[in-house]
């Protein structure tokens, strides 16, 4: 019990020796009415970065977007029965393997 309280005692005389913490103030902001602080200089203020607005994405040729129209409903219904399938320019691969809008039947899955 006594190796208890001499940590506890020395816990206390550590904490209490410690300065209390206290977070910065941000600039501009000034303290109680009548402070002596001086007021903080516009300039030293920061503007947050922003993200820009700008995304760049493909666009395709119209021909391009109406095969591809028609190969999503295969992709959907082979990805529904458990094979992997993705959309690549106006090809779908369907378990690897390379299918366009001519040779999409043959694969079992409609278009329709």
Do not use: H
């Not at 977070?23 to 903080?40: H, I, L, M």
């Not at 300039?43 to 760049?56: A, L, R």
């Not at 040729?61 to 399938?85: D, F």
């Amino acid at each position: 019990m006594l190796v208890k309280q001499k940590a506890q005692e020395a816990w206390k005389k550590l904490n209490d020796s410690r300065k209390p913490f206290s977070y910065p103030k941000a600039p501009g902001v000034r303290g109680a009415e009548g402070s002596d602080a001086p007021a903080a200089n516009p300039m030293d203020e920061t503007v947050p970065v922003q993200k820009p607005t700008i995304s760049v994405s493909d666009q395709f040729p119209k021909t391009l977007q109406a095969r591809r129209k028609s190969l999503i409903p295969a992709m959907i219904n082979a990805k529904k029965s458990g094979k992997s399938a993705n959309l690549s320019y106006d090809k779908v691969y369907i378990d690897n393997k390379m299918y366009t809008t001519n040779t999409v039947s043959s694969s079992g899955f409609d278009i329709s």
